[in-house]
């Protein structure tokens, strides 16, 4: 089967956008309509690390309390047993998380407050959360 047409070398694709400037750093807009792919939320990634770095530390013996643990890490320990709550999180929402596909309700002072520890009522509840977190 042969082309009526070539392929062409060169293609050329125009992205309608512009840069703004805000606090210091360039964010792109694109216009109305466009969909965007979802950004991790780097908040959220970090406190995810750091639950499961602090669970892997309290479980191999190399401190024996939360509160060993926190002084080492010069954070409060009622800071430090909410944020290890995270590792109770349903896998598919670590996942999601981490693949920047969370609700755009789920940050992280909603993870912060007491969750429901069953995996489906978790998913039930972050997938009905509103933009603005829940108290």
């Known amino acids: 089967m042969t082309r009526a047409k070539p392929i062409p070398d060169v293609i050329t694709v125009q992205v309608p956008f512009r840069v703004v400037?805000?606090?210091g750093r360039k964010?792109?807009?694109l216009p109305d309509g466009a969909t965007t792919a979802r950004k991790q939320d780097s908040a959220l990634v970090k406190a995810l690390a750091r639950a499961f770095?602090?669970?892997r530390m309290l479980e191999s013996g190399e401190f024996a309390t939360i509160a060993e643990l926190a002084?080492?890490?010069?954070?409060?320990?009622s800071y430090m047993t909410r944020v290890l709550r995270l590792t109770l999180?349903?896998?598919d929402i670590v996942e999601a998380i981490l693949?920047?596909?969370q609700g755009p309700g789920v940050k992280l002072p909603l993870l912060l407050v007491p969750f429901p520890t069953e995996w489906e009522e978790q998913l039930a509840r972050l997938s009905n959360?509103?933009?603005?977190?829940?108290?």
């Open 99 to 101: 693949d920047g596909k």
């Open 89 to 91: 999180l349903a896998p």
């Open 129 to 135: 959360s509103p933009s603005t977190t829940k108290r």
């Open 53 to 55: 770095r602090w669970k």
């Open 21 to 23: 400037k805000r606090g």
């Open 27 to 29: 964010e792109m807009h």
């Open 71 to 77: 002084e080492r890490e010069g954070i409060a320990p």
